[in-house]
């Protein structure tokens, strides 16, 4: 049966999978979701068990890509999940640390962070999706980062037939590794460019260009369309969803379980993208008991789940774990949209937008309180997370991994848990040798790979060490008034 995707806020037809992935949000401003969620059959799953990842990934992607053909999906699957690119034929392992915490490792991308896991394959998909809906221009990806996004957007695109990205980093604004991260891109069709002034200035300019039919005209006689490898996209959250169903296919393998016995999931959560995707699998059937959301001080998801009430008007932390402070968690939208109905969620959405506020119905609290729970850390419960489970375990987490760790301690039930491990702990490398060290008093972030290096005896990720002798490709910096030229020059 064709899978169709609607609005989240019911004013824009329904598309198939490939036109969802195209347009990334609908024309009314909602959010792609799909008709219905599928359950997995009981022998699909015993069939998962004894199967690999990308094999797992190709059934999960052929129920809800119906418009592609099996080979397609293989085609994409096999493309994005190498051991070329992940390091091993199982681009997400678990990591038994007790008999209740198991840690989803979802870092061994090439960018060392969990964001590898969708946008190594949206670019494929991307490009498919195009072809099938018969726009046969070249797709050219614009990013505006405040850090981890770009890299693993560049290094999901880089070398992608059909496809170019330019990615905008703020001159002030990223440490120096995730500068050299994305300057030492290699690719054919990338191009990396640093704006004077802030994240808002780099992001205010993006959107001024996207915003800009005369420029989208203009490129388009050239043969480019632009397109955004945003976090709503639907091609980033269902590449999701296949991790948790194949970590429990990894547990039953492993015989940590039984199948059918049910699992808590802990995730940390910025914008809602990956905790959703546990819901997705839940809602699929995976035998999963509670849903646990993490927080760092920006809590507004901890408030949110425990009370029924939005509220971003509260001031922004800065933490260090920085891919989790974010105040509007855009898909929280699909939950609200699959626990209520397209009227409920365009008075939310507006609320938000006007006020900055809004509570949702007793019955969505409800349903919501037997779904989720919900806890928060400040950066020095953190910290000692990470030294508690680097002392007691011998095993290294990064700031990001260990606010989840820390919230499923404070809510744990017994019950044993996948903990979704975002980052690579040398990703984070100055918080995390502070945590462990007690101190640190060291700012070259090449010496504290090496000092956290030796003290653990874990090694470098050489995609990190390695920039260290690499010349950068990219050296020029641009006025926020001339990132439209600078992307013109690129394009001509
Ligand atoms: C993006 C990110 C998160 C948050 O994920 P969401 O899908 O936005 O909830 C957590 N940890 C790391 C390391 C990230 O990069």
Same mark, same amino acid.
């Given at each position: 049966m064709q899978m169709k995707y609607k609005s989240t806020r019911g004013k824009a037809k329904e598309v198939s999978a490939a036109q969802a992935i195209v347009k990334?949000?609908?024309?009314?401003g909602g959010l792609f979701v799909p008709e219905r969620i599928p359950a997995i059959s009981d022998s699909e799953f015993a069939a998962m068990i004894n199967e690999g990842y990308r094999k797992r990934a190709e059934r999960i992607f052929a129920i809800y890509l119906t418009d592609f053909t099996s080979e397609e999906i293989a085609d994409c699957v096999n493309k994005a999940y190498s051991v070329e690119k992940f390091g091993s034929d199982n681009a997400a392992p678990l990591h038994k640390l007790s008999d209740s915490e198991y840690i989803?490792?979802?870092?061994?991308?090439p960018t060392c962070a969990f964001k590898d896991m969708a946008l190594q394959i949206l670019p494929h998909l991307l490009t498919k999706s195009m072809k099938k809906t018969g726009v046969d221009k070249q797709v050219v990806i614009l990013v505006a980062t405040s850090g981890d996004t770009g890299k693993a957007a560049l290094e999901g695109f880089s070398d992608v037939e059909g496809t170019k990205i330019m990615v905008f980093f703020p001159n002030d604004g990223v440490s120096n590794i995730q500068r050299l991260q994305m300057v030492t891109q290699k690719g054919e069709n990338v191009n990396v460019m640093s704006v004077f002034g802030n994240f808002d200035d780099a992001q205010n300019g993006v959107k001024q260009i996207f915003g800009n039919e005369e420029f989208a005209k203009k490129i388009a006689e050239k043969g480019y369309q632009l397109s955004s490898a945003n976090s709503i996209n639907w091609g980033r959250l269902l590449p999701q969803i296949v991790y948790y169903i194949s970590a429990y296919c990894d547990m039953v393998k492993m015989g940590e379980i039984t199948f059918g016995e049910k699992v808590n999931v802990c995730v940390p959560t910025g914008n809602f993208g990956n905790i959703l995707a546990a819901w997705y699998a839940k809602s699929m059937g995976?035998?999963? +008991?509670k849903l646990i959301c993490a927080s760092n001080e920006n809590n507004v998801l901890t408030d949110f789940i425990n009370t029924g009430v939005y509220d971003r008007n509260r001031g922004f932390k800065t933490t260090i774990s920085p891919s989790m402070d974010i105040l509007i968690s855009s898909n929280l939208e699909r939950l609200l949209y699959n626990l209520s109905d397209e009227k409920s969620v365009e008075k939310y959405m507006n609320e938000l937008k006007e006020t900055g506020k809004y509570e949702v119905s007793d019955k969505i609290k409800e349903e919501i309180s037997t779904l989720f729970e919900a806890g928060y850390v400040d950066d020095a419960g953190t910290k000692a997370e990470i030294k508690r489970v680097w002392e007691k375990y011998c095993y290294l987490i990064d700031t990001h991994t260990a606010v989840a760790c820390a919230v499923n301690n404070m809510l744990a039930d017994g019950r044993k848990t996948i903990i979704?491990?975002? +980052?690579?702990p040398f990703k984070f490398n100055g918080s995390v040798y502070e945590a462990i060290s007690g101190s640190c008093g060291e700012t070259d972030e090449f010496v504290i790979l090496d000092k956290l290096s030796a003290m653990t005896k874990n090694e470098v990720p050489t995609s990190l060490s390695e920039l260290k002798s690499k010349s950068p490709r990219f050296n020029d910096c641009c006025k926020k008034e001339e990132m439209e030229k600078m992307v013109a020059e690129f394009l001509a």
């Amino acid at each position: 049966m064709q899978m169709k995707y609607k609005s989240t806020r019911g004013k824009a037809k329904e598309v198939s999978a490939a036109q969802a992935i195209v347009k990334g949000i609908a024309e009314d401003g909602g959010l792609f979701v799909p008709e219905r969620i599928p359950a997995i059959s009981d022998s699909e799953f015993a069939a998962m068990i004894n199967e690999g990842y990308r094999k797992r990934a190709e059934r999960i992607f052929a129920i809800y890509l119906t418009d592609f053909t099996s080979e397609e999906i293989a085609d994409c699957v096999n493309k994005a999940y190498s051991v070329e690119k992940f390091g091993s034929d199982n681009a997400a392992p678990l990591h038994k640390l007790s008999d209740s915490e198991y840690i989803l490792e979802l870092w061994h991308g090439p960018t060392c962070a969990f964001k590898d896991m969708a946008l190594q394959i949206l670019p494929h998909l991307l490009t498919k999706s195009m072809k099938k809906t018969g726009v046969d221009k070249q797709v050219v990806i614009l990013v505006a980062t405040s850090g981890d996004t770009g890299k693993a957007a560049l290094e999901g695109f880089s070398d992608v037939e059909g496809t170019k990205i330019m990615v905008f980093f703020p001159n002030d604004g990223v440490s120096n590794i995730q500068r050299l991260q994305m300057v030492t891109q290699k690719g054919e069709n990338v191009n990396v460019m640093s704006v004077f002034g802030n994240f808002d200035d780099a992001q205010n300019g993006v959107k001024q260009i996207f915003g800009n039919e005369e420029f989208a005209k203009k490129i388009a006689e050239k043969g480019y369309q632009l397109s955004s490898a945003n976090s709503i996209n639907w091609g980033r959250l269902l590449p999701q969803i296949v991790y948790y169903i194949s970590a429990y296919c990894d547990m039953v393998k492993m015989g940590e379980i039984t199948f059918g016995e049910k699992v808590n999931v802990c995730v940390p959560t910025g914008n809602f993208g990956n905790i959703l995707a546990a819901w997705y699998a839940k809602s699929m059937g995976l035998p999963i +008991a509670k849903l646990i959301c993490a927080s760092n001080e920006n809590n507004v998801l901890t408030d949110f789940i425990n009370t029924g009430v939005y509220d971003r008007n509260r001031g922004f932390k800065t933490t260090i774990s920085p891919s989790m402070d974010i105040l509007i968690s855009s898909n929280l939208e699909r939950l609200l949209y699959n626990l209520s109905d397209e009227k409920s969620v365009e008075k939310y959405m507006n609320e938000l937008k006007e006020t900055g506020k809004y509570e949702v119905s007793d019955k969505i609290k409800e349903e919501i309180s037997t779904l989720f729970e919900a806890g928060y850390v400040d950066d020095a419960g953190t910290k000692a997370e990470i030294k508690r489970v680097w002392e007691k375990y011998c095993y290294l987490i990064d700031t990001h991994t260990a606010v989840a760790c820390a919230v499923n301690n404070m809510l744990a039930d017994g019950r044993k848990t996948i903990i979704a491990s975002t +980052a690579n702990p040398f990703k984070f490398n100055g918080s995390v040798y502070e945590a462990i060290s007690g101190s640190c008093g060291e700012t070259d972030e090449f010496v504290i790979l090496d000092k956290l290096s030796a003290m653990t005896k874990n090694e470098v990720p050489t995609s990190l060490s390695e920039l260290k002798s690499k010349s950068p490709r990219f050296n020029d910096c641009c006025k926020k008034e001339e990132m439209e030229k600078m992307v013109a020059e690129f394009l001509a």
